[in-house]
Structures are given as C-alpha cells and as structure tokens.
C-alpha cells in the first residue's frame, strides 16, 4: 500500500466525510449555554467506535459544574486506537460546541447544507469539519490496512468557546489525556500551521466617587471623570506594550501585546446627578513571552501610580479570566511531521504562524507539545454562512492520516 493508494482510499471517503460533518452540524450544541452535549457526545462516540476506537464518555461531576456555575451536563468523549506497540502516541483532539449563530444567515445554521463544494453551518469550520477529517483519517488508515505501532488518543471536548475549564481543562488536569504530541484541529487553513497562540487577561475596573446634584458638582465625586482620566493614562501603558515584540511565530499585524479598553462601560444613573460609580473592561493580550500574574500586577501597579497622584481616586481592579498564551517550538518532532505531511499532501511549503485567539491549545500544552492544525478558515469563525470547502476538508483528513503514520510508525 503506497501513499498514492491512502490518498485514494481517503478520495473514496468524500461522502463519508461530507455526511460525518453535516451530521456533527445538525447536532446544535450551541455554547452558551451548552445545548445538546449528551447527544452529540452519544454521536462521536459511536462514529469513533466503528472506526475503531475503544471509546468512552467522560462526564464532568455535579460538583464541579457547580463550582463553574454551568446548569447543562458537560460530556468528554475519549477514543484509544491502540497500536502494536514500540511507537510515539499522538492526540487528536477537536471541540464538538459551537458559538450561538445569531442573524444574517442565507441557510439553516444546522442544516448542514453542501453548496458548490462547501459545507455550510455553524461549527461547520471551528471546528467539527476537523472531528470529522479527523475520525475518518484514523478511518482511512485502518481500511487502507496500516498497523501502527503507536497509540492515537482522540478526545473531543465541550466548552472551548466559554474558556475550556469543563472540557480541555478538565481533561487535562484529571490525568485523562496523555501521549508524545497533540494537534488541535482548530482551522488554521490546510497549509498553514499555528505553533502559538496568544493569551488573555480580562479585567473589570471600577471607579468609585460620591453623589451630588448635579447643580451642585462641587459637593461630589464624579467616578465618570476620574475613569475619563484613568482611561487617558492608560495610552501610555499602550505605548510601552507597542514595543513588546515576540520572537514567536505571529501574523504580521498581531506581534505585539495589546490592550482594548471599553469593550463595555456603564456609570452614572441620571442625567442631573454626579455619578458615584465607573465600571470598565480591560481586554489585555498576551504574546507567549508574557505571564498572566506579571501582566495583572502591572496594570496594578500602574494604577497604584495613579494613585498616588490624585489622592481622590478610588479604583478597584477585578479579574474576570485568564487564558495563557501557548507556544511549541518549532524543533519539536510533531511540527517537523505535519510540515512533512502537509509538503506531502499539498506539494506546497506550510506556513508557520500564531494564533490571535485564545484556544484549548493552552491546556494540551501543559502535558505535551501541541500544535494547531486544521481545515477552514478562522475567517469563518463565529460569522454568518460558516463553510468550509470539501476539497480542504479531504486535504486536512490526508494530512492527518500522514501525520499518525509519520509520528507513531507502522507496518504493513
Ligand atoms: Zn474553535
């Protein structure tokens, strides 16, 4: 069996792999709130199953879901293909929720429509496009007849799109998930690698003042004014994050840190009275040369300047999340083999890049280098007509069926 044959075998999947993703599609498990976990949790499980993996479903406790203040059951689902032995093991792993859909669509979100060589729906490129490329992937090779020696380890999880902590994060802190290397299929574009991603700090800040009529603004504290100021003083923070520039692999545009301040902003209650209250949002990009901790004690320490020199401001500063930045160098064996692969599949040389977003990456790369590769387009993430193209769905399932045989070996 050659290459030539797979890559035939993997052509004569095209229905398989159109039908697969339409059938993830059609399942909404719209996050938040988390809808239909359980049931499409039941789906992978039996498409994993019959292509050959032992499989099992790993519920999140009541408990915890408590702690995280989510309602809705959290499912993991976990598939082992056990190889013969003496092999690396590699982690597949997609997120199976999908942002609400909201307006301006031209088909049914969950129709799974295919049209003119695409298929359309939400998640239709972040990213069940990629769980389905990458089950028959794993599909392809047990019928094309290739024992490998290593284990594949294939875990889809919930959540990715409100953080990760009852999916990614919960997998990987209980020890569940484990091998040599991970790819999260997040869609980089077929020929295009992401090594990094940056990270997040969310903050709320809050100004305190005191109430006055407002004919009588000398008897108050304005908090809109003194947030007016502290908004102002933060242009120079800005400055300082403009000429941070990571030696990481990132698009053009998106090599420094950055900070958006007033994402949402509320004060005041009328129009005649001197508002006693400010609150801001402060979202803070991380490059992966950054450490969240670091990156909140200096917005608090710059604070604590502006203090001191307007002994009148009362400022609090809470943290709403934090999602560190990832990064897998580019020496690491699983780059070198899905750069092989996709050279391979595509003839073209992979681009090696970063994320802007945040993604599940950041929780893999804790037990094992993890990289992000996958079908679609980021450019279709979250928008109105999601698609992704057959053609780049049947280049991403090649690669990743190269990927398992380049890095855990294999007998015929
Ligand atoms: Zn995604």
Not at 23 to 41: K, L
Not at 192 to 219: D, F, N, Q
Request: include cysteine; charged fraction near 30%.
């Amino acid at each position: 069996m050659s290459m030539e044959d797979l890559f035939k075998v993997i052509d004569s999947m095209r229905h398989e792999l159109i039908d697969l993703t339409r059938e993830f599609i059609q399942v909404p498990t719209v996050n938040p709130p988390g809808e239909r976990y359980e049931e499409m949790a039941e789906v992978m499980a039996k498409r994993l199953s019959e292509a050959g993996f032992s499989t099992r479903l790993v519920r999140v406790p009541d408990e915890r879901l408590r702690e995280l203040g989510l309602e809705l059951p959290r499912v993991n689902v976990i598939g082992v293909l056990k190889g013969s032995g003496g092999g690396r093991s590699l982690c597949y792993n997609g997120h199976y929720d999908v942002v609400p859909p909201g307006g301006g669509w031209s088909v049914d979100p969950f129709g799974g429509v295919v049209r003119d060589g695409r298929i359309y729906g939400r998640g239709a490129a972040d990213m069940k496009g990629a769980n389905a490329a990458m089950i028959v992937a794993v599909k392809a090779l047990k019928e094309a007849g290739f024992r490998l020696r290593g284990d594949v380890v294939y875990v889809a999880t919930p959540d990715e799109e409100t953080g990760g902590h009852a999916g990614a994060e919960y997998v990987v802190k209980e020890g569940l998930v484990r091998a040599d290397a991970c790819v999260v299929g997040e869609p980089t574009e077929v020929d295009k690698i992401a090594v990094a991603h940056k990270g997040v700090v969310w903050l709320e800040l809050t100004t305190y003042g005191k109430a006055a009529h407002a004919s009588l603004p000398h008897r108050g504290i304005n908090a809109v004014e003194k947030m007016a100021k502290v908004i102002v003083s933060l242009e120079k923070l800005k400055a300082e994050l403009a000429k941070r520039e990571t030696k990481v692999p990132m698009p053009e545009d998106s090599r420094t840190p950055t900070m958006m301040v007033g994402g949402v902003i509320h004060g005041g209650v009328k129009i005649n009275v001197v508002p006693d209250r400010c609150v801001v949002t402060i979202d803070r990009r991380l490059i992966p040369e950054e450490d969240a901790e670091q990156v909140i004690s200096e917005i608090r320490g710059f604070i604590e300047e502006l203090k001191r020199e307007d002994p009148e401001l009362r400022v609090d500063l809470r943290v709403l999340e934090v999602a560190s930045p990832a990064y897998t160098r580019e020496d690491e064996e699983i780059v070198k083999v899905v750069r092989e692969s996709i050279k391979r599949v595509t003839g073209r040389d992979a681009v090696i890049t970063g994320l802007t977003g945040f993604t599940d990456m950041r929780f893999f790369n804790q037990v094992m280098p993890t990289i992000l590769y996958g079908p679609g387009s980021m450019s279709q993430a979250h928008v109105a007509d999601e698609h992704v193209a057959v053609e780049d769905l049947i280049v991403g399932a090649k690669v990743y069926a190269l990927t398992v045989l380049g890095f855990l070996g294999y007998k015929k």
